[in-house]
């Protein structure tokens, strides 16, 4: 089992450029996660999706977009990038526990 | 307004000694708390968690403590080794109908000396 897998691990981007971050689980878990991590911050909450078909805004949704591919699959996009985008993104998962798995992350860099 | 709060960024401890690690939250709602150690460049890992009817778990050198009327949980590691530097993140749920929402404190570097 891979677990929880994210692409690209980084990624640069410039000002208004857009992209998609990719993350998958093998583990047939139900719902899954999208986190940023900022210095000094912790994880912060951008979009979650308890079940395949649904998807709900976390704590810091603005300038994202995410999409429920399936069960294994959970993107976040950016449509236009910002400078204040420029973090650490990580992907989680779980079956029916508060105990989420975590991906090794994407860092991404906005100039 | 931070519900989870991990009010030191930095301990150091001596290999072999016991790391205290606190936490506190302020919502009332939370009934599940989580421990996750993250080393640098890799994704946080699960180590411990507690459920509000408790008010301790062990898993071998790992216990986390709930205070639950002052809101204030704990990680005890004993005894600690060269191999636990790394941060550690306090998280909390209300498990009812949150479908498993976390929420993280800031996270506190613990670096263990030999």
């Known amino acids: 089992n891979a677990g929880v897998t994210q692409t690209p691990k980084f990624q640069v981007l410039k000002t208004g450029q857009s992209m998609t971050l990719q993350c998958a689980q093998d583990m047939n878990h139900n719902s899954m996660y999208w986190y940023r991590q900022d210095p000094g911050m912790g994880l912060r909450l951008i979009y979650y999706?308890?079940?395949?078909?649904?998807?709900d805004k976390g704590e810091v949704p603005n300038g994202y977009n995410v999409s429920r591919l399936n069960k294994r699959e959970f993107s976040l996009r950016l449509e236009s990038a910002a400078p204040s985008q420029t973090s650490v993104y990580f992907c989680?998962?779980?079956?029916?526990?508060?105990?989420?798995?975590f991906g090794p992350g994407t860092r991404l860099t906005v100039l | 307004d931070q519900q989870v709060k991990q009010n030191s960024p930095s301990l150091s401890v001596q290999e072999g000694r016991i790391s205290i690690l606190n936490c506190d939250y302020t919502n009332s709602m939370f009934d599940y708390f989580l421990w996750y150690k993250k080393y640098p460049a890799e994704g946080p890992t699960f180590l411990i968690s507690?459920?509000?009817?408790?008010d301790k778990n062990e898993d071998g050198r790992f216990t986390v403590f709930l205070n639950k009327s002052a809101k204030h949980l704990s990680l005890h590691i004993v005894p600690s080794q060269p191999g636990d530097s790394a941060v550690y993140f306090c998280?909390?749920?209300?498990?009812?109908?949150?479908?498993?929402?976390?929420?993280f404190g800031k996270g506190t570097l613990l670096t263990v000396n030999p």
């Open positions: 999706s308890a079940s395949e078909g649904t998807t």
């Open positions: 998280a909390a749920s209300a498990v009812r109908g949150s479908n498993y929402k976390l929420t």
């Open positions: 989680a998962s779980t079956r029916d526990s508060p105990e989420q798995f």
């Open positions: 507690i459920s509000s009817i408790k």
